[in-house]
DNA sequence: GACAACCTGACC
DNA sequence: GGTCAGGTTGTC
């Protein structure tokens, strides 16, 4: 479910919400998210304290005393949580932390989220972020072009790869090509260095946007308190399949790339 | 590249 | 009953 924006969101809430408190109890409820090579037992968490938060790509990465930490994917129904009224017998709940003031939950209904008890020093060497590649606002333009003109699939696949881009999903590729106008099925490497440089600009506009507005609650998504994000009501043309494009009147199409759905207004993007 | 697999729920 | 869903990975 949560891409980027999302996923700095819930980064800056638990923030707001843990940083500074010590972890009382932890709770695998089921085992099947917690990823089976494990740096250390879950119950050396207890007594240390959250010490810092970060976002790489999709993940989220939680840093305790000790050497600690905690890797962990919410992929698409996942959720991370800070609730000290939930009650714990939730069918999607798979894993809690109890702190001294609060209680984080992760929910996943279709669990294929992941969490992994990695050390501190391990974490770059984890198998999914060694992989990553730069941040959409760390790379720069010029290096983004060059990137993205190397790949030779279509240019939506080219941005979702995480190996050349890390973060973006289905709606900010999306959102970001019509932003820039450019089709989705336009093979990367034949797009024009000028217009790669304006996607760059798009991608960025794009994600900063989402991120003000606190991400898209397009399904499931919800932030670190339990609430919804507003992006979905900003959206341009994901999930808009058969509607009129805000910008022209087109009709908005939807096509399958890469086993997923694909929206694009034809007259916008060539 | 396309496709199935991993899962559950919502919707038609 | 079938289709679809903010992701990733492995196999043709």
Same mark, same amino acid.
């Given at each position: 479910?949560?891409?980027?924006?999302?996923?700095?969101?819930?980064?800056?809430?638990? /923030?707001?919400?843990?940083?500074?408190?010590?972890?009382?109890?932890?709770?695998?409820?089921?085992?099947? *998210?917690?990823?089976?090579?494990?740096?250390?037992?879950?119950?050396?968490?207890?007594? !240390?304290?959250?010490?810092?938060?970060?976002?790489?790509?999709?993940?989220?990465?939680?840093?305790? #005393? @000790?050497?600690?930490?905690?890797?962990?994917?919410?992929?698409?129904?996942?959720?991370? *949580?800070?609730?000290?009224? #939930?009650?714990?017998?939730?069918?999607?709940?798979?894993?809690?932390?109890?702190? #001294? !003031?609060? /209680?984080?939950?992760?929910?996943?209904?279709? !669990?294929?989220?992941? *969490?992994?008890?990695?050390?501190?020093?391990?974490?770059?060497?984890?198998?999914?972020?060694?992989?990553?590649?730069? %941040?959409?606002?760390?790379?720069?333009?010029?290096?983004?072009?060059?990137?993205?003109?190397? $790949?030779? !699939?279509?240019?939506?696949?080219?941005?979702?790869?995480? %190996?050349?881009?890390? =973060? *973006?999903?289905?709606?900010?590729?999306? %959102?970001?090509?019509?932003?820039? =106008?450019? /089709?989705?099925?336009?093979?990367?490497?034949?797009? +024009?260095?000028?217009?790669?440089? $304006?996607?760059?600009?798009?991608?960025?506009?794009?994600?900063?946007?989402?991120?003000?507005?606190?991400?898209? +609650?397009?399904?499931? @998504?919800?932030?670190?308190?339990?609430?919804?994000?507003?992006?979905?009501?900003?959206? #341009?043309?994901?999930? $808009?399949?058969?509607?009129?494009?805000?910008?022209?009147?087109?009709?908005?199409?939807?096509?399958?790339?890469?086993?997923? +759905?694909?929206?694009?207004?034809?007259?916008?993007?060539?």
């Amino acid at each position: 479910m949560p891409e980027l924006p999302e996923v700095e969101t819930i980064a800056r809430d638990l /923030r707001a919400a843990l940083i500074g408190q010590s972890v009382v109890d932890v709770f695998i409820v089921n085992e099947t *998210i917690v990823e089976p090579e494990r740096d250390y037992d879950v119950a050396q968490l207890i007594g !240390k304290r959250i010490k810092h938060i970060d976002r790489r790509g999709k993940n989220l990465l939680l840093y305790f #005393e @000790y050497g600690l930490a905690i890797i962990c994917h919410l992929k698409m129904t996942g959720r991370l *949580i800070v609730d000290n009224t #939930e009650k714990n017998h939730d069918k999607h709940l798979h894993f809690w932390i109890q702190f #001294e !003031k609060n /209680r984080l939950l992760f929910y996943d209904t279709r !669990k294929f989220g992941r *969490i992994c008890f990695i050390s501190e020093k391990r974490i770059g060497r984890h198998a999914r972020l060694a992989r990553l590649g730069p %941040e959409p606002f760390d790379i720069t333009n010029t290096r983004f072009a060059q990137v993205v003109k190397a $790949r030779h !699939k279509a240019i939506k696949l080219t941005l979702m790869d995480q %190996e050349v881009i890390a =973060g *973006i999903g289905n709606i900010y590729a999306d %959102e970001s090509l019509f932003a820039a =106008g450019i /089709r989705p099925t336009r093979k990367s490497s034949t797009v +024009s260095r000028q217009q790669l440089l $304006r996607l760059h600009w798009h991608v960025r506009q794009t994600l900063q946007k989402a991120l003000d507005n606190r991400g898209s +609650s397009v399904n499931d @998504y919800l932030d670190g308190n339990g609430r919804k994000g507003n992006f979905q009501n900003l959206i #341009e043309v994901y999930g $808009r399949t058969g509607a009129a494009c805000r910008r022209c009147g087109t009709t908005i199409k939807r096509i399958i790339l890469g086993g997923r +759905s694909t929206h694009y207004c034809p007259h916008c993007q060539r």
